[in-house]
Nanobody
Framework: VQLQASGGGLVQAGGSLRLSCAASGRTYSISTMAWFRQASGKEREFVVGISWSGGSTSTAGSVKGRFTISRDNAMVYLEMNSLKPEDTAVYYC???????????????????WGQGTLVTVSS
């Protein structure tokens, strides 16, 4: 499975941005897709995840009500609204291939990662 993330950039606080992640290769093996982020000097943290079937999602409390994940065929999107300076980070898309209904929120549950795309929110 190969993942290619895009869509990052500079945005003012309160603005919106949409990230995209293109999955290729053995996408039939994917069970879950997720977005993580890593701010400078901090650990990589879970942001939002979606089952490949699209039937379930999980969202971190810090972004609930502002960020939405969706999937369209082999593309996964992260819609980010009401952005805050603390949302500044490198955002990574990740894929899990182990079957199951639970959306894992730790990085160790994901075997495949995109290259990351930087989101900078100015105050």
């Amino acid at each position: 499975v190969q993942l290619q993330a895009s869509g990052g950039g500079l945005v003012q606080a309160g603005g919106s941005l949409r990230l995209s992640c293109a999955a290729s290769g053995r996408t039939y093996s994917i069970s879950t897709m997720a977005w993580f982020r890593q701010a400078s000097g901090k650990e990589r943290e879970f942001v939002v995840g979606i089952s490949w079937s699209g039937g379930s999602t999980s969202t971190a409390g810090s972004v609930k009500g502002r960020f939405t994940i969706s999937r369209d065929n082999a593309m996964v999107y992260l819609e980010m609204n009401s952005l805050k300076p603390e949302d500044t980070a490198v955002y990574y898309c990740a894929a899990r291939i182990v079957r199951g209904t639970v959306i894992h929120t730790t990085r160790w549950g994901y075997a495949y990662w995109g290259q990351g795309t930087l989101v900078t929110v100015s105050s």
